[in-house]
C-alpha cells in the first residue's frame, strides 16, 4: 500500500513562502511521477504542479509559473514545493499524488491514482 503524507502548510502573509513535502512510504518512489494538486472550498480540486519520475522534468499551472518550483529528492523519498510570492487566492488544501503508471507524468486527476490526505495552506491579504 501506498502512502502519502504532506507537510508544511499553514498561515502566510500575502508574498510569503512556504515549503511543502510529500512522504512517500514506497520502495518504487523513484519510479513514479508525483503531482501536486489543491482544492479552495466551492471549486473543484486543480493541477498546480509535476514532476517526472527522474526529476528531469517539471509542469505547472499557468497560475503558479515563476513563483513554485517543485523538486524530489528520491533517495529521501520525497517531493518539495516551494512557494514564493504567495497570494491569497493561493489558499487551498494542497495535496500530493503518485502517478497511476510507472514513467510517465500527467496534469488530469485521472493521471494519479494515490492521495495523500492534504494540508491547509492559507495565504492572508
Known amino acids: 500500500q501506498v502512502q502519502l503524507v504532506e507537510s508544511g502548510g499553514g498561515l502566510v502573509q500575502a508574498g510569503g513562502s512556504l515549503r511543502l513535502s510529500c512522504a512517500a512510504s514506497?520502495?518504487?518512489?523513484?519510479?513514479?511521477?508525483i503531482g501536486w494538486f489543491r482544492q479552495a472550498p466551492g471549486k473543484e480540486r486543480e493541477f498546480v504542479a509535476a514532476?517526472?519520475?527522474?526529476?528531469?522534468?517539471?509542469y505547472y499551472a499557468d497560475s503558479v509559473k515563476g513563483r513554485f518550483t517543485v523538486s524530489r529528492d528520491n533517495p529521501k523519498n520525497t517531493v518539495y514545493l516551494q512557494m514564493n510570492s504567495l497570494k491569497p487566492e493561493d489558499t487551498a488544501v494542497y495535496y500530493c499524488?503518485?502517478?497511476?503508471?510507472?514513467?510517465?507524468?500527467?496534469?488530469?486527476?485521472?493521471?494519479?491514482?494515490?492521495w495523500g490526505q492534504g494540508t491547509q495552506v492559507t495565504v492572508s491579504s
Open positions: 499524488a503518485r502517478a497511476s503508471a510507472p514513467w510517465r507524468s500527467g496534469s488530469n486527476l485521472d493521471d494519479y491514482n494515490y
Open positions: 514532476i517526472s519520475w527522474s526529476g528531469g522534468r517539471t
Open positions: 514506497t520502495r518504487t518512489f523513484s519510479n513514479y511521477a
